[in-house]
């Protein structure tokens, strides 16, 4: 099992950047493929962003792609999302989800982190 801890969240202008960070904690981190997701409030959970457990390829969902860029350190156990330009509609609770390589669904959740972004 893996525990997820989001952070980085919080209100920024439109244009502007975040670093959402989520460190795990408990079993080996590099068997674990990692995403991102966000909910809005009255929309279904999106997925935005995912990275394979060496970091070798990501995925990026078409609303973010070229403006968000998803990363881990493995060494820290940590991935990350870097969000640039952001827009209103990127308002949404963030959270990071852990998938195990042989797996094909998310099985852990991070308790998520609110982004909010004032037009």
């Known amino acids: 099992q893996v525990q997820l801890q989001e952070s980085g969240g919080g209100l920024v202008q439109a244009g502007g950047s975040l670093r959402l960070s989520c460190a795990a904690s408990?079993?080996?981190?590099?068997?674990?493929?990692m995403g991102w997701f966000r909910q809005a409030p009255g929309k279904e959970r999106e997925k935005v962003a995912s990275?394979?457990?060496?970091?070798?390829?990501?995925y990026y969902a078409d609303s973010v792609k070229g403006r968000f860029t998803m990363s881990r350190d493995n060494a820290k156990n940590t991935v990350y999302v870097q969000m640039n330009s952001l827009k209103p509609e990127d308002t949404a609770v963030y959270f990071c989800?852990?998938?195990?390589?042989?797996?094909?669904?998310?099985?852990?959740w991070g308790q998520g982190t609110q982004v909010t972004v004032s037009s």
């Open positions: 990275i394979t457990s060496s970091g070798g390829r990501t």
């Open positions: 989800a852990a998938r195990p390589t042989w797996s094909t669904q998310y099985n852990y």
């Open positions: 408990g079993r080996t981190f590099t068997v674990y493929d």
